[in-house]
């Protein structure tokens, strides 16, 4: 998938001076004592000497770049457009950690950045772990003819062509993506992991000091090993299922201990068993430090020796409309997926199964079963299988 979309595993984004400005003769400078020009993950109180201009909102150093990005730690909003190259831009390239470039050919930061651009290209290129997206953008929606886009140069294309560069560009016409991403300089990175959070961001490499790419990459590098070890320490804090899977387990899944254990860090794996119509199958109880329910059930498929079915009944466990078990009610859930719930037979004869597919994988919600149309009952169990076809309990 990186090397189909070039760098498709995490996200960042650089964008390059204030929109705001018209001219500015100094570019790749800073001349602020407390630059605005470190990676940040979360955004603190700017420094005394900041500056708000009115109407602005953004707290900025001297040279106009911001102290913070507003969408710290929010989901990347949904891309779209035509890459540099004539394609079309495929958001489900972005699947893992991704640096993303915004900027523009207008931009003299931008221009600045360029060399420091193409050397971070080229070093994410030896990561398998990474991924790099740039996106072109106009300083604002005012500004997005050929002409002040791309100046001499008429597109990326050509500009790439006359620089020698190459790496994935996708086209922001009318500045609606650099909107949506609420960019206020450019060059601007964020850092997006792969669920689509956005997890850190900063401006221009080229007034960084040191040595800009290989300091960022080292930023890089520590924040996602801080996020696996919070995730290892708190597990509970990322657990999850829905229609693409539980934690990390995802798609057909070898029914093993070494093979469970890496879709389920930080927690306790116990060999358990569980009866149906008089006979015994193997399963794994996934247990969380300190606790004696299970976070989840793992049951096999035993003739391929695959996993069959994830179930949850732990409240902790967050669905894909954010909904928990014990608190969810039946209403909550959207129109168009009650359309997908049936009475269930067998064990679950006196319950509602709501089911919902992903290509093969099929995920289901466990509600009791209403007894009047003013019953609104409560979510009681999660379940997703990588295979199809709904399970006949």
């Given at each position: 998938m990186k090397r189909a979309f070039y760098a498709a595993a995490s996200l960042l984004l650089i964008a390059a001076c204030n929109p705001a400005e018209t001219a500015?003769?100094?570019?790749?400078?800073?001349?602020?004592?407390?630059?605005?020009?470190?990676?940040?993950?979360?955004?603190?109180?700017?420094?005394?000497?900041?500056?708000?201009?009115?109407g602005d909102n953004v707290a900025r150093d001297a040279d106009g770049r911001p102290y913070g990005y507003d969408l710290l730690g929010q989901p990347l909003p949904p891309l779209s457009g035509q890459m540099a190259d004539g394609s079309t831009f495929d958001p489900d390239m972005l699947d893992t950690w991704t640096v993303i470039d915004v900027w523009g050919i207008w931009c003299g930061d931008c221009l600045a950045d360029a060399p420091y651009v193409a050397a971070l290209v080229t070093a994410i290129e030896q990561d398998p772990d990474l991924d790099f997206l740039s996106i072109h953008t106009p300083a604002n929606a005012n500004?997005?003819?050929?002409?002040?886009?791309?100046?001499?140069?008429?597109?990326?294309?050509?500009?790439?062509?006359?620089k020698g560069y190459s790496y994935p560009t996708l086209i922001d016409d009318d500045a609606s993506i650099r909107e949506a991403l609420k960019i206020s300089w450019t060059p601007s990175y964020l850092l997006v992991d792969p669920d689509g959070i956005i997890r850190g961001f900063r401006s221009d490499l080229s007034v960084a000091g040191g040595e800009p790419v290989k300091d960022f990459l080292k930023d890089v590098a520590k924040l996602k090993e801080d996020l696996r070890e919070s995730e290892i320490e708190n597990p509970l804090q990322q657990a999850s299922i829905g229609p693409e899977g539980a934690a990390r387990l995802t798609g057909a899944v070898p029914f093993n201990t070494d093979a469970i254990r890496g879709a389920f860090p930080g927690y306790q794996i116990?060999?358990?068993?569980?009866?149906?119509?008089?006979?015994?199958?193997?399963?794994?109880?996934?247990m969380a430090e300190g606790q004696e329910t299970p976070v989840y059930v793992v049951e096999s498929s035993w003739s391929l020796g695959q996993v069959y079915r994830v179930t949850t009944r732990h409240p902790d466990v967050t669905g894909p409309l954010g909904e928990h078990?014990?608190?969810?009610r039946l209403s909550e859930l959207p129109e168009l997926a009650r359309k997908g719930c049936t009475e269930g037979a067998n064990a679950y004869a006196d319950k509602l199964l709501c089911s919902e597919t992903d290509g093969e994988a099929l995920f289901q919600r466990v509600f009791n079963k209403p007894e009047s149309e003013e019953?609104?009952?409560?979510?009681?169990q999660m379940s997703w299988l990588p295979g199809?076809?709904?399970?006949?309990?």
């Open positions: 500015d003769p100094q570019h790749g400078v800073s001349t602020d004592p407390n630059p605005a020009t470190r990676f940040i993950t979360m955004n603190a109180p700017p420094p005394n000497t900041a500056i708000v201009n009115e500004r997005a003819t050929v002409e002040e886009m791309f100046g001499k140069y008429g597109s990326v294309a050509n500009y790439f062509a006359d116990v060999p358990d068993q569980i009866s149906a119509e008089g006979e015994n199958y193997p399963v794994f109880n996934i078990i014990g608190s969810f019953d609104n009952p409560v979510l009681i199809t076809g709904v399970p006949s309990e």
